[in-house]
T-cell receptor, first 114, second 115 residues
Framework: AQKITQTQPGMFVQEKEAVTLDCTYD???????LFWYKQPSSGEMIFLIY??????QNATEGRYSLNFQKARKSANLVISASQLGDSAMYFC???????????FGSGTRLQVQP | ETGVTQTPRHLVMGMTNKKSLKCEQH?????MYWYKQSAKKPLELMFV???????ENNSVPSRFSPECPNSSHLFLHLHTLQPEDSALYLC??????????????FGPGTRLLVL
């Protein structure tokens, strides 16, 4: 069975600083994908970044990067140069290859302070 | 055109009402999903349609009835709901066949309140 753990219910960061949101996962499948989504108060789940289990390099998308440590089964999201608009819930999710369902963590609420 | 749209955005209904949620995707994807997000619970997958055929159903109560008339549209028909069904209902779509790299793109959700 797949499981995603996000141990930080809430985080604060100063504007323009970097922040790391933690995510650990568990799966018995050797082939899987890891995803991060942002959910503002409006409710929409916005896709941020993807990491495949066989990808050799850490994924990056603009100010977002994924610190993928396969042996530790962790997939932390790093947001550089935080902006006020980054304040939202952030969800880590995973999907085994061949499965359709995403398994989500409980989320981390990030608040960016001016 | 926004990738995945959902209507209505907000819905209040009584337990004896019948209503439907609508989802439309403009991404050319071949799979669509319904998720439920309750307060203080992780997102739960309800239904998956691939090529308009239901391929996964996570033991959802029969008071929720999905319909996928074509690859771009997905409905969730609601009848005799319970107050505990109050939640945010999210629709998503993806393109299957990408060897695990199928990213799901979500709509803005419908906030449902059952009185």
């Amino acid at each position: 069975a797949q499981k995603i753990t996000q141990t930080q219910p809430g985080m604060f960061v100063q504007e323009k600083e970097a922040v790391t949101l933690d995510c650990t996962y568990d799966t018995s499948d050797p082939s899987y994908g890891l995803f991060w989504y942002k959910q503002p108060s409006s409710g929409e789940m916005i896709f941020l970044i993807y990491q495949g289990s066989y990808d050799q390099q850490n994924a990056t998308e603009g100010r977002y990067s994924l610190n993928f440590q396969k042996a530790r089964k962790s997939a932390n999201l790093v947001i550089s140069a935080s902006q006020l608009g980054d304040s939202a819930m952030y969800f880590c999710a995973m999907k085994d290859t061949g499965r359709r369902a995403l398994t989500f963590g409980s989320g981390t609420r990030l608040q960016v302070q001016p | 055109e926004t990738g995945v749209t959902q209507t209505p955005r907000h819905l209040v209904m009584g337990m004896t009402n019948k209503k439907s949620l609508k989802c439309e995707q403009h991404l050319g994807h071949n799979a669509m999903y319904w998720y439920k997000q309750s307060a203080k619970k992780p997102l739960e997958l309800m239904f998956v349609y691939s090529l308009e055929e239901r391929v996964e159903n996570n033991s959802v109560p029969s008071r929720f009835s999905p319909e996928c008339p074509n690859s771009s549209h997905l409905f969730l028909h609601l009848h005799t709901l319970q107050p505990e069904d109050s939640a945010l209902y999210l629709c998503a779509s993806s393109q299957e066949g990408l060897a695990g790299r199928e990213t799901q793109y979500f709509g803005p959700g419908t906030r449902l309140l059952v009185l």
